[in-house]
Nanobody
Framework: QVQLVESGGGLVQAGGSLRLSCAAS????????MGWFRQAPGKEREFVAA????????IYADSVKGRFTISRDNAKNTVYLQMNSLKPEDTAVYYC?????????????????WGQGTQVTVSS
């Protein structure tokens, strides 16, 4: 059974940092791009960041560029999202997902496997 399990969410004050992890099991995703998305209450799921199969290419939403960093460790089948300078508008459930392609893409429809999400709450 293929699973993506996110961890590392929590409550943090504005300006603080969190590091999310996404551990995959059931199969390897070393040949797939991986992405992070988020969904706030009453809003659609939106793209945050994605990374290529090798880790050599990354893309970010404009709203997080310069503050968030996506990375991966294929030996551990794990993807990370380092979030710095957090803002209240970053509050959402964060999901990791595996793309069918080895190259990073920003659309939800490209991703076949999803985790259950982890809550991030940023207080002002």
């Amino acid at each position: 059974q293929v699973q993506l399990v996110e961890s590392g969410g929590g409550l943090v004050q504005a300006g603080g940092s969190l590091r999310l992890s996404c551990a995959a099991s059931g199969r390897t995703f070393s040949g797939n791009a991986m992405g992070w998305f988020r969904q706030a209450p009453g809003k659609e799921r939106e793209f945050v960041a994605a990374i290529s199969w090798s880790g050599g290419n990354t893309i970010y939403a404009d709203s997080v560029k310069g503050r968030f960093t996506i990375s991966r460790d294929n030996a551990k089948n794990t993807v990370y999202l380092q979030m710095n300078s957090l803002k209240p508008e970053d509050t959402a459930v964060y999901y990791c997902a595996a793309d069918r392609s080895p190259n990073p893409r920003p659309l939800v429809s490209y991703y076949d496997y999803w985790g259950q999400g982890t809550q991030v709450t940023v207080s002002s």
